[in-house]
């Protein structure tokens, strides 16, 4: 399965105010989701605790103002997809590629990664990031100490 676009969903600032919250999902608390048809249809389908579990995490983000995409696991995604999810150059995201950070394969001459790859890639990011953060404050608190 490859994907050509990434695509992000969002909510303006008005449907924002209009969406009441869903408030936190309790044990055994049944979703059902109620679909009006332009003929005026009515069709009601139950969510599984999964799904439903989903939909609370995505609609609590939309509601906050944050941008949010589902895709599956084993989605295939393009360095410009990833480029996306990771805040990095597309450039970046292909040098990860060859040097062997980030498995990817060939459809053509387009390189594709799978989105769990990617989430582990992001996983490594963020933990090198937060050692650094915290190398950087042991660094300036020795500074401010001890003026080295």
Do not use: C, W
């Amino acid at each position: 399965m490859t994907t050509h676009v990434l695509q992000f969903v969002e909510l303006s600032d008005q449907d924002r105010k209009a969406a009441k919250t869903l408030g936190k999902l309790g044990k055994g608390d049944q979703v059902e989701v109620r679909v009006r048809r332009k003929s005026g249809e009515d069709q009601v389908v139950r969510l599984p605790p999964g799904a439903a579990a989903l939909l609370e995490i995505a609609l609590g983000h939309l509601l906050q103002g944050e941008r949010v995409a589902v895709l599956a696991e084993d989605q295939e995604l393009s360095p410009n997809d990833v480029a996306d999810i990771l805040g990095i150059s597309r450039p970046l995201v292909v040098h990860r590629m060859d040097v062997g950070d980030l498995p990817f394969r060939y459809v053509g001459k387009h390189r594709r990664t799978k989105l769990k790859d990617v989430l582990t890639l992001k996983t490594k990011m963020d933990a090198q990031r937060k050692a650094l953060e915290a190398l950087a404050e042991d660094a300036e608190d020795l500074r401010r100490r001890h003026g080295v």
